[in-house]
T-cell receptor, first 116, second 109 residues
């Protein structure tokens, strides 16, 4: 298995531009998570999908952030318009939910976003 | 508010010098505690899950233990390849992982 695949690995964009991050979860996993990691705040959960349905988006910072999961093998996180404070590493993770995520989450390698 | 605090923030060890990392938590209704390893430029990699006080898990030179208030990650005779950031996370509900900020471990040859 190739694991959780994220693209792009690095993204540099200008303030005000739209940014789209992509994620392919592990086949067979029914839960998908988007996290953001910064030095100041560590890893923060942005949104959680279960069976392609958003369950908890309380971590999404504001309306500039949106996430979709059109099918079991693909998810996007979009920021529009982007701001310098959005600069961070964004991780996608997937898991098999059997009532409890016994084996933790499998994380992708992340997308390092820099907004200038 | 659920909190997870890891200490120390950074730790430098000589190769072979055993030590422990600490993860203390204040949560209601802990369902499990996870340890992850994160290498530079990579995502966190799952190491252990602990469910109840007194439980222990081992993997190579790593041993994780859990009490009612904290967890320890013991590293025995570490090697340079053990250098990484070690993260702990607690689960309160069915899915929400709350992470600590990690301990950056450096093992010097």
């Amino acid at each position: 298995d190739a694991g959780v695949i994220q693209s792009p690995r690095h993204e540099v964009t200008e303030m005000g531009q739209e940014v789209t991050l992509r994620c392919k979860p592990i086949s067979g996993h029914n839960s998908l998570f988007w996290y953001r990691q910064t030095m100041m705040r560590g890893l923060e959960l942005l949104i959680y999908f279960n069976n392609n349905v958003p369950i908890d988006d309380s971590g999404m910072p504001e309306d500039r952030f949106s996430a979709k999961m059109p099918n079991a093998s693909f998810s996007t996180l979009k920021i529009q318009p982007s701001e310098p404070r959005d600069s961070a590493v964004y991780f996608c993770a997937s898991s098999l939910d059997m009532g409890f995520h016994l084996y933790g989450y499998t994380f992708g390698s992340g997308t390092r976003l820099t907004v200038v | 508010e659920d909190q997870v605090t890891q200490s120390p923030e950074a730790l430098r060890l000589q190769e072979g010098e055993s030590s422990s990392l600490n993860c203390s938590y204040t949560v209601s209704g802990l369902r499990g505690l996870f340890w992850y390893r994160q290498d530079p430029g990579k995502g966190p990699e799952f190491l252990f899950t602990l469910y109840s006080a007194g439980e222990e898990k081992e993997k190579e030179r790593l041993k994780a233990t859990l009490t009612k208030k904290e967890s320890f990650l013991h590293i025995t005779a570490p090697k340079p390849e053990d250098s990484a950031t070690y993260l702990c996370a607690v689960v309160v509900g069915s899915y929400q992982l709350t992470f600590g900020k990690g301990t950056k471990l450096s093992v010097i040859p």
